[in-house]
């Protein structure tokens, strides 16, 4: 009954370990979402949540479903319906960070951190696809209690699938921000940049938001051509990611490069430039002679990169 | 040096008329806007700018651009820079509908609905990639006077491409809404469905929000099970368009049917069902003896369907 099958893997990821997030069984009802939607599920005895605060993930041994005794005395910033799995619902729990510390000072429980949990394989994939769903929700909510309208105090509605101002009445519905992230090749290089932010040595595809009035293609060609100077020719799709910091839609793409020639932005880059298919074997491999990396399996950039790799 | 070049028109279009607002050649200067980039590029005296109230676009004779010289005296709602065009800056200004009639009334100038506009080919299909950028930012500064997070009111910055509170100090940047829009076929026939909205006769592709969690491929999947109830396989996309109604990212994508059994959400459908090959010709080709029709060819939803009734 899930909303994702075996036809809608991601492709070009061979036998990769999973590209993160991107995993999820639950039928959303949000189509269905009206007053007493979330209450009817709450009242579900065999109701399950996943509980957060910001990106810290409250796990109980190798699970992060909780049942919603566990949440009795404690106040919730925010709750939300994220769907049912064979009939159970899955609810999302925000807290504060004490709070969340306290609820993880009792047996086998722990605060895990969302990111690392996609990469760490300690709870089961589709709950990181909960989680990625939970925590951008969530922060979505935890970032508009008023109105951008009328400034107004808002509330949940919908199960958490709206925020609605009776101040003006208007009906604010959840961000995702769609990102394009390209892998840029010319023959048998390909176009990798490192932000100032990125762990040491890590070298990864170019990226950037779509702006308003902007075709998936065009935001490739613009990115690319803002950050390195590198005009494209053809884009092609590749593959899709959620992206829960906070809530982006990666949209995978692969471009040829016009030319080589660079002209690197050093505001939005530490660097950029051209590897050849051996240099990214060996960054793949963990042998680099100089320690360069690509981002890990959990990110989309791996598995471009990886597809590139293979040839 | 647009951000466009003719390897980013869209596929599947073969020699159709042009998919609407999807045309776009301005250089963005979005990555360094900061203080004082909207005044500079305002006190160029080969300014242009495009004149908008809601959907309205103000035109002088086949065009929408206009010097600044026109807005004397004229207060308007919002001025943001979408770009310069070989060195000429590009503007976008937002008046009240009472203020641009009273523009309108002068020589050769009228008022164009934006969604005509894309379909007469009145102005140039770049002009209509300009309108489609503006009506999006515009319409989205109209939406957000005050800030989500504290309720104090918000202000213009970055040339348009953000808005700061003063109060907490957030930063807001413009929304573009990913929405999945996809040819369900199943052999030679095609699933279709009309809205109650939607002009007489006409079936359309489904489509809908990709929501907080999801990839484009499990959003497709989602959809259309849950407007139609039917499973599908493989689901491959096609190609995208801006939507300035109000700030939409269509992404156009071909999904292979499980089945051809339907199970139709008749809260959300007037109707869906499949049509054969032949009945798509009939209809792209105004011929079909019930008067049925698709979407115009400013429609993304247009191109997928003739690329489907072509095999």
Redesign the interface.
């Known amino acids: 009954m899930g ?3 075996p ?2 893997r ?1 492709r070009e990821q061979g036998t990769r370990p999973p590209l993160g ?2 995993v ?1 069984d639950l039928l ?1 009802h ?2 269905e979402a009206g007053e007493g939607l979330l209450e009817e599920h709450r009242a579900d005895p065999t109701a399950l949540t996943v509980v957060l605060a910001d990106v810290g993930v409250l796990l109980d041994g190798a699970s992060a479903l909780h049942g919603l005794a566990l949440l009795d005395g404690v106040e919730p910033m925010a709750q939300v319906l994220l769907g049912t799995r064979a009939g159970t619902p899955i609810l999302a729990t925000g807290l504060d960070p004490v709070a969340l510390q306290r609820l993880a000072a009792h047996g086998d429980r722990a605060v895990a951190d969302l990111r690392m949990l996609a990469t760490a394989g300690q709870v089961p994939q589709t709950q990181v ?2 989680l ?6 969530l922060a ?1 909510h935890a ?11 808002t509330r949940l509605s919908c199960a958490g699938s709206r925020r609605d101002c009776d101040g003006c009445g ?1 009906r ?7 990102v394009v992230i390209m892998r840029v090749s010319a023959g048998d290089a390909v176009l990798l940049g490192r932000q100032r932010r990125y762990p040491p040595g890590t070298y990864s595809c170019l990226a950037g ?10 935001a490739v ?2 990115e690319t ?2 950050e390195a100077g590198v ?5 092609r ?1 590749v ?4 992206w ?1 910091f906070t ?1 982006q ?1 990666m ?1 995978g793409c692969a471009a ?1 490069a016009a030319h080589r020639a660079l002209d690197v ?1 050093l ?2 880059l530490e660097d950029a430039r051209w590897f050849e298919r051996d240099e990214v074997h060996a960054m793949l491999e963990g042998r680099h002679p100089d320690g360069l990396v690509v981002p890990p399996p959990v990110a989309v950039a791996h598995h471009l990169i990886h597809a590139f790799a293979r040839g």
């Open positions: 909303s994702t099958g036809g809608h991601p997030f991107a999820h959303r949000t189509s696809g909960y990625a769903q939970a925590r951008s929700l979505w970032t508009h209690p008023f109105c951008s309208r009328c400034g107004a105090a208007a604010h519905f959840p961000r995702t921000d769609p938001f779509v702006e308003p009035g902007e075709t998936i293609e065009a060609a613009r051509f803002e005009r494209v020719g053809s884009v799709y593959l899709s990611q959620p829960p809530s839609l949209i040829e932005d505001d939005e």
